[in-house]
Nanobody, 121 residues
Framework: HVQLVESGGGSVQAGGSLRLSCAASAYSLSRYCIGWFRQALGKEREELATVSGNGDATYAPSVKGRFTISKDNANDTLYLEMNSLKPEDTGMYFC????????????????WGQGTQVTVS
């Protein structure tokens, strides 16, 4: 069955950088839309960045220019490079995948990882 496992979270000072990883099993990143989400304490989950099976990336305004989503199709691993981190970037970060190639849809993300915590102070 499909598994998504995030790693790379931690504590960092404002202005610093972190790189998150999401390792997928039984799920091909070259075929499907996958993305990163964040949920801060007491707030709704926010979609941060997505990348389609074709490699087309989109970003939320709150992270555009600071975060970069990328993927290694050969190893089915998704990344999120986060620079110029701010305290408001603090939260649990999740990767999630759809069952279709395109990200230009309102269809829900079907598969979710367990999350990795990022704390910016």
């Amino acid at each position: 069955h499909v598994q998504l496992v995030e790693s790379g979270g931690g504590s960092v000072q404002a202005g610093g950088s972190l790189r998150l990883s999401c390792a997928a099993s039984a799920y091909s990143l070259s075929r499907y839309c996958i993305g990163w989400f964040r949920q801060a304490l007491g707030k709704e989950r926010e979609e941060l960045a997505t990348v389609s099976g074709n490699g087309d990336a989109t970003y939320a305004p709150s992270v555009k220019g600071r975060f970069t989503i990328s993927k290694d199709n050969a190893n089915d691993t998704l990344y999120l490079e986060m620079n110029s981190l701010k305290p408001e970037d603090t939260g649990m970060y999740f990767c999630a995948g759809r069952n279709i190639r395109s990200c230009a849809t309102h269809l829900p993300f079907r598969y979710w990882g367990q999350g990795t915590q990022v704390t910016v102070s």
